[in-house]
């Protein structure tokens, strides 16, 4: 009824008080009642550390009490969340909708009876691929579902070998005696020398191959044996956009040349280039943009020398970018080879092109390939989002807090500077990493939970129900850290 006076926008939420919001019952703003960690985190973290190491936790959550845009901990801290699990809750704790997907039977069944999806998928999974999934497929034909990021991307890079192999050979031409032997002891013909592109500051997981094609930290990668592939540039633009377009120009071209001249000296290695794989925004190293011209070019080069072209969306995706996929906003020639993604979509996995199937199966598989249960809850989160219209939501409220960035910036000059991103998926630099590690404990204090990444980048990555209100509290408490450094 109300929805006739609040316009669509917000028609499946519900008006608490005077308050529009998209979860019923959702706190009003952050409770601080203890340090964080407190008292029951501490103990319960020497627990667990008893058990593991867990000197990365920060806080033991309630999740019953956990909701929307809050999370609560064990010692009652009321905290607004805008890093949402690394960036992965797409509509906030415990939605009314995605509560309600496991009283249905049909969901219940097909999570208890977790199938082995390669080879005993239930009835309904053709359906549920091409009714979920495929229904924001970014124009990919085929999806091959996996679990975690790494996972996606690491099978994604098989896909671009075997492709690259296949019309190296030939189509239909079969494996010679000599290549059947050899890669049983890891050696070519049979394992071949090839390689793959990734960038330096790049984060694409930690498993073996993502682990090298991952060069965000040195912790991630030291003690662990690795591949010779060619690590390129990636743009490092002067900000404000609009004030360096000249010198970002060059940047990207500067960039580019690197890949082309990397490309040609793997080949004469003996180690050919057979796919080139990125982020539409480098998230773990530091919220790196670069430019539509710099993605289009980068395809372009790809598929001059016959390498595939993967677009890693396991962080950018589903929406936080104000487009459902990030790399839309770069207008390519046409799609890329493979998109991977996870994080928000629940489920992981990677959307491709045909040619970018094996041509026997079993060749890219595993036990589970993914989870019909995430499904069901990916179908529950795409039915919101577009029934809520959370993209627009993303692009109204993304809007207010890059303004809202952009004048603490103007305010705070000797704090802050280039501030960047596109929709609720934002981030701003800080004078040194120290200060940047102390503002995210001082806005933890205020009740805030913030993210970094790279050196001194502050990032911020809200659910898709992260309303101007939300943005309202952030930037008042934001400010009045600022205040105080
Ligand atoms: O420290 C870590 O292991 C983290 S912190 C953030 C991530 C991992 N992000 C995961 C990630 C990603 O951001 C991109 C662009 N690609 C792949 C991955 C790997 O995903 P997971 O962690 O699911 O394996």
Redesign the pocket.
Known sequence: MWSKTVGPVVQNAIRTGSIRTYIKGEPNEPVVKTDIPGPKTKQLQNELNSIQLSGAVQLFADYNKSLGNYLVDVDSNVILDTFTQ??SIPIGYNHPELLKVFTDQDNLKALVNRPALGVFPGDYWPGKLRNVLLSVSPNLPNVTTMM??????ENAYKALFLTYRRKQRGENVDFTELETQSCMVNQPPGAPDLSLMSFHGA?????FA?LATTHSKPI?KLDVPSFDWPVASFPKYKYPLEENVRENDAEDKRCLAIVEDLIETYKKKGKPVAGIVI?PIQ??GGDNEASPFFFQQLQKIAQKNGAGYLI?E???GCGATGKFWAHEHFNLETTPDIV?F??KMLT?GFFHTVDMRPSQPYRIFNTWMGDPGKIALLEAVLKVIKQDKLLDNVNKVGDKLKKGLLGLEKEFPQLLSATRGRGTFLATNVATPKLRDDIIAQMKKKGVLMGGCGDNALRLRPSLIFQERHADIFLDRFRSVLKEN
């Open positions: 690394i960036s975690c990021g790494s996972c996606s991307n984060f694409h997981g930690r498993t993502a991630h982020e998230s773990e890693d396991v962080q950018t991977t996870s994080k992981g």
